[in-house]
């Protein structure tokens, strides 16, 4: 061997090998401590892009079809928010026609990407 030069073992390599060994069986010994419910719940990038459905009851205060929205004064929306009047947009104008104010409807509400929208609703 010259001088200077570096001697060249395989420790370094075994070193390496070692460790990814130790990593997998350890992890693969792991067992979660979530619960049954924990593990159905949606997290992360996909729980950014998931809608959630919601129905609500309340009476139409006004609509704007140019916008397209309608002002309800609704009662709670269970798992959303409490009861109170709101300006809610509608999927599509369609959903206005033959609503005035004073009529008293239930709805369907989709929190998804795009915020909360009203996707369906029915004169009571």
Do not use: W
Not at 29 to 41: I, N, V
């Amino acid at each position: 061997m010259k001088t200077g030069q570096p001697r060249k073992t395989r420790s370094g390599a075994h070193l390496c090998f070692a460790l990814v060994l130790l990593t997998g069986v350890n992890s693969s010994g792991c067992r979660s401590t979530k619960s049954t419910a924990e593990q159905g719940k949606t997290t992360g990038p996909a729980a950014a892009v998931q809608t959630t459905t919601y129905q609500g009851v309340g009476v139409v205060k006004s609509s704007d079809p140019k916008r397209p929205s309608i002002e309800i004064d609704h009662e709670d929306i269970k798992g959303l928010m409490p009861a109170m009047t709101m300006e809610f947009y509608v999927k599509d104008k369609s959903l206005l026609d033959g609503l005035k104010a004073g009529d008293r409807i239930e709805f369907t509400l989709e929190n998804g990407v795009g915020g909360i929208k009203i996707t369906v609703i029915h004169k009571l």
